[in-house]
């Protein structure tokens, strides 16, 4: 699914998340649940930047995955999978657990574009190769033939 459509249905089952943005490790915005783009931007580059500040003072060598900043008004949640964040905001007071699992759940949900590849083009040579062995496979799976016995009579 696109990450607009994630996003909708993140809004939907989660009524603590006020706005959400999807966006990857250069700031460029996938999806979001706010009206105007420069909005959504401004989130996205505020998020990187909190994990940016996050990951510096992060003790141990596991990367950042998520995170929460809290003040007397609400709360950003930041959640990282690979290349691409997902962060929202909320109200006072929610129930962090379960907006990180919601958030996760979007991200996991967010179709990941698939890598363009030119199919492999065969040479004369490995086309030959796969021609010889499969006749030396049908050779060797062949049973001998059976000799008859001369009837005794």
Known sequence: MDAQQALA?????????EAAVVFDDQGKVAGSTLA???????????????????????TGDSALTQLEVSTGEGSVFVVRDGKTCIAAT???NPTAGL??????????????????????KKTAKAAKKK???????????????TRKKPDAS
Do not use: C, M, W
């Open 99 to 120: 907006v990180f699992y919601d958030l996760k759940s979007a991200l996991r949900s967010v179709k990941k574009p698939a890598p363009k590849r030119a199919p492999a």
């Open 131 to 145: 021609t010889a062995a499969a006749s030396a496979k049908k050779t060797a799976a062949r049973k001998p033939a």
């Open 90 to 92: 909320t109200g006072g």
């Open 36 to 58: 105007d783009s420069g909005s959504a931007n401004g989130l996205a580059k505020s998020a990187g930047e909190l994990l940016a500040a996050a990951e510096e003072v992060k």
């Open 9 to 17: 249905d993140l809004t939907e089952i989660s009524s603590q998340i």
